[in-house]
């Protein structure tokens, strides 16, 4: 019996171990990854509609309207973008996401024409909440910036 016992217990201990071992790892490796990829945390507090005048003095055309639609379908992120006064689109692929920010990647899929002054670049643009329907929208870390807004309705 003394052996039964104490087998049981060499077994209860040795899983006790086990267990808080694996969830230390799970708490580490959730700690250490700083961001996540947003693949799995895109809200629907982001989904919508947004417009906004963005800025970039450096360039050939100083200032555009920017226009994201973002949705999530069947749980995949889906968004696009047109830049109307720079004759530009394309899709953006989420790379991160939370209740207060947005890490988007611009792929341009259609540039101006021939001849245009200017090209659409692409490349991780940031969106920042300021309110509910209100957000900053920066480019290059802030080389092309605006503030953007959720249009509601139709």
């Known amino acids: 019996m003394k052996t039964s016992r104490s087998r049981r217990v ?27 990829n947003g693949a799995h945390s895109f809200t629907n507090s982001w989904s919508g509609r947004w417009r906004g005048t963005i800025i970039q003095p450096d360039s050939a055309v100083h200032s555009w309207t920017f226009t994201m639609s973002l949705n999530e379908t069947n749980g995949k992120f889906v968004g696009t973008y047109v830049e109307s006064s720079l004759a530009c689109s394309g899709t953006l692929t989420l790379t991160f996401a939370d209740s207060s920010e947005l890490e988007l990647n611009e792929a341009v899929t259609t540039q101006p024409p021939t001849g245009t002054p200017w090209f659409c670049g692409g490349g991780p643009i940031q969106i920042k909440r300021t309110g509910r329907d209100s957000a900053v929208y920066r480019w290059e870390g802030g080389v092309a910036h605006g503030i953007i807004r959720r249009r509601r309705g139709r």
């Open 10 to 36: 060499a077994i209860a201990a040795i899983t006790l171990i086990i267990v808080i071992g694996a969830g230390g790892l799970l708490i580490h490796s959730l700690s250490s990854t700083g961001k996540n």
